[in-house]
T-cell receptor, first 113, second 111 residues
C-alpha cells in the first residue's frame, strides 16, 4: 500500500478545455473526498463518496464539475470548460469508516492559461 | 462545524517544544478537535484528534482545556522537518464526514 495516489501531478490546460483527474484511494477505504486548495488558503471541501455513492457536494462544485466513483474504488473529477479561476491544487483523501483520520494524496496542480 | 481561531504564524527553535494554540469557543459537545499539518507542496497529514481528554501519539500531544474552548498541539522536540502549516479543525461526531480547514498556523522551525 503506497497511500493515496493522484494523477496527473500537474496539468496545464487552455481555458475552455475539459480536464479529468484520477484518485486511487488506499485499498479498502470506503470514503473518498475531493478538496480544492488555492495559494495561501486551506483546502476547501468539494465532495465525498461512501463506496460508490456521492453523499455530499459543496456549493463550490458548480455544474461544470462532476465526480464519479463507479465501482467504489478509484474516483475521477472532471472539470468542463475550464476557467482561469479553476487554477488550484485538487486534493483527494480517503478514510475507512469508522476510523476518522483521512489520508491525503499529493494533489494535482491545475493551471488554466 | 464550529469555527477555530489560530495565530497565522509562529517560530520555534529546533529541539525545543512547539506549542500551537487553537481557540474553538463555540465547540459543541459532540465535536472533536482534529489537527492536520501540510508541508509545502504536499497533501495534509493527520496528526492527532481528541474529544475532551488529553491525547498523545508518536507525533504530538493534544491538550484540551476542561471547558473545551481551546486546545494546544505540542510537538515535544521540533525539527526542521516540522516546518509546515498546522490546521486545527473541529468536526461533528466521530464519523468520517468532511473536514473544514481554516487558515492554519504557519510554523517555522529555525536552527
Amino acid at each position: 500500500d503506497t497511500g493515496v495516489s493522484q494523477n496527473p501531478r500537474h496539468k496545464i490546460t487552455k481555458r475552455g478545455q475539459n480536464v479529468t483527474f484520477r484518485c486511487d484511494p488506499i485499498s479498502e477505504h470506503n470514503r473518498l473526498y475531493w478538496y480544492r486548495q488555492t495559494l495561501g488558503q486551506g483546502p476547501e471541501f468539494l465532495t465525498y463518496f461512501q463506496n460508490e455513492a456521492q453523499l455530499e457536494k459543496s456549493r463550490l462544485l458548480s455544474d461544470r464539475f462532476s465526480a464519479e466513483r463507479p465501482k467504489g474504488s478509484f474516483s475521477t473529477l472532471e472539470i468542463q470548460r475550464t476557467e482561469q479561476g479553476d487554477s488550484a491544487m485538487y486534493l483527494c483523501a480517503s478514510s475507512l469508516i469508522p476510523n476518522t483520520e483521512a489520508f491525503f494524496g499529493q494533489g494535482t496542480r491545475l493551471t488554466v492559461v | 462545524d464550529a469555527k477555530t481561531t489560530q495565530p497565522p504564524s509562529m517560530d520555534c527553535a529546533e529541539g525545543r517544544a512547539a506549542n500551537l494554540p487553537c481557540n474553538h469557543s463555540t465547540i459543541s459537545g459532540n465535536e472533536y478537535v482534529y489537527w492536520y499539518r501540510q508541508i509545502h507542496s504536499q497533501g495534509p497529514q493527520y496528526i492527532i484528534h481528541g474529544l475532551k481528554n488529553n491525547e498523545t501519539n508518536e507525533m504530538a500531544s493534544l491538550i484540551i482545556t476542561e471547558d473545551r474552548k481551546s486546545s494546544t498541539l505540542i510537538l515535544p522536540h521540533a525539527t526542521l522537518r516540522d516546518t509546515a502549516v498546522y490546521y486545527c479543525i473541529v468536526r461533528v461526531g466521530n464519523a468520517g464526514n468532511m473536514l473544514t480547514f481554516g487558515g492554519g498556523t504557519r510554523l517555522m522551525v529555525k536552527p
